[in-house]
């Protein structure tokens, strides 16, 4: 009986292991054919006429993910948009006119930029997109004959310094001398923890935690528990887990911010911001900006705002203002850098750094 029982017993945790590393596996795949239909939902999307309203301030989304959908459907016609297929839509009885005004606004955009670039003779106008990771600007436009130039479009606002972000580094990058997540595995995570009552045994290893945190998506159980737990315990808890959130990056960036490696803040700048130029849509108008050199060289840091963001100053009049923030739920997954630029000569209220 004794060996029966300690067989069955085995047996019993065997199959209860391997259903759970197959649930596991199944959240993982339903993740990813979610992220993968919304993909091709974008890739396949074909402009209707109606599409033109993506192009009207009403048409902003109210969530990050309709942003992001909207934002892909937009870069698609642009692309497509000088060519012979949106002819069709041109001539539409009830959205014509609006298409012939963007379709007038995006060429006479990028003639202007032609100018700019000194180039004078070219037999046509290619646009190719490049959105994505591998590249820092959504199109390269081939001014034919002539030569190239790098643009990023965005809609809404009229320049750069009006944008709520004109660059989103990973915070994985060693701007400070301690990278946030290290810090907030050391310092925070066992308070999320201690809110959704989930065993410090279930927590990862740190190399293991930090393997997977600056990725949108992980296959680990801890994150999914963490989603999991989101979703099933409650809105208080949830804003116990927020305030969690904001405190340890208040803290991070009043411990780490004065120790900002600028050298490397300009290096990445530079790298991702050198010879691009902004096109932004608004009110049937597209702007043209682009980043000065000098507005891309980090020069000091001033101080923190508020709870989360860190301010260095550029060029004389120009200030960078960093947002460090969680981009796939507060203390789950992602932390990232936005970052926004202001022209002016005032200095915004600042908490020096210590």
Not at 195 to 221: A, F
Not at 253 to 265: E, I
Not at 301 to 324: E, Y
Request: charged content about 20%; some cysteine.
């Amino acid at each position: 009986m004794s060996v029966c029982r300690t067989t069955t017993s085995h047996f019993f945790l065997t199959n209860m292991t391997t259903l759970t590393a197959l649930h596991s596996s199944i959240l993982l795949l339903q993740e990813s054919i979610k992220i993968l239909s919304t993909k091709l939902d974008t890739v396949l999307q074909v402009p209707t006429a109606a599409s033109i309203l993506l192009f009207t301030q009403s048409s902003k989304g109210t969530g990050r993910d309709k942003n992001d959908s909207s934002n892909k459907q937009r870069e698609k016609i642009l692309e497509t948009l000088l060519s012979n297929e949106t002819a069709k839509l041109i001539e539409d009885p009830t959205y014509g006119s609006q298409w012939r005004t963007l379709h007038s606004a995006w060429k006479g955009a990028l003639e202007q930029l032609a100018v700019k670039k000194g180039y004078t003779h070219y037999s046509d106008i290619k646009v190719e997109s490049k959105g994505g990771r591998g590249y820092n600007y959504d199109y390269l436009v081939n001014y034919v004959g002539a030569g190239e130039a790098k643009v990023e479009f965005k809609f809404g606002g009229t320049s750069v310094s009006t944008l709520p972000e004109y660059f989103n580094p990973d915070a994985n990058k060693p701007f400070q001398p301690v990278k946030y997540a290290d810090f907030f595995y050391d310092k925070h995570l066992d308070s999320v923890l201690s809110v959704y009552d989930i065993p410090k045994t279930d927590k990862p290893s740190k190399e293991i935690y930090l393997k997977h945190v600056h990725s949108n998506s992980s296959s680990l159980p801890f994150f999914n528990t963490l989603y999991d737990k989101e979703k099933s315990d409650g809105t208080e808890k949830y804003k116990a887990k927020a305030t969690i959130s904001h405190a340890s990056i208040q803290e991070y960036l009043h411990l780490y911010g004065a120790s900002t490696d600028l050298a490397l803040l300009t290096s990445e700048f530079q790298r991702s911001q050198s010879e691009k130029t902004f096109l932004l849509y608004q009110d049937g108008v597209f702007h043209i900006d682009q980043i000065k050199d000098e507005e891309l060289i980090a020069k000091s840091v001033i101080g923190v705002q508020g709870d989360s963001l860190l301010i260095q100053s550029a060029a004389p009049g120009t200030v960078h203002k960093m947002l460090l923030r969680w981009k796939n739920h507060h203390c789950v997954l992602l932390p990232a850098w936005q970052i926004s630029m202001i022209r002016k000569s005032a200095t915004p209220t600042l908490t020096p750094s210590c």
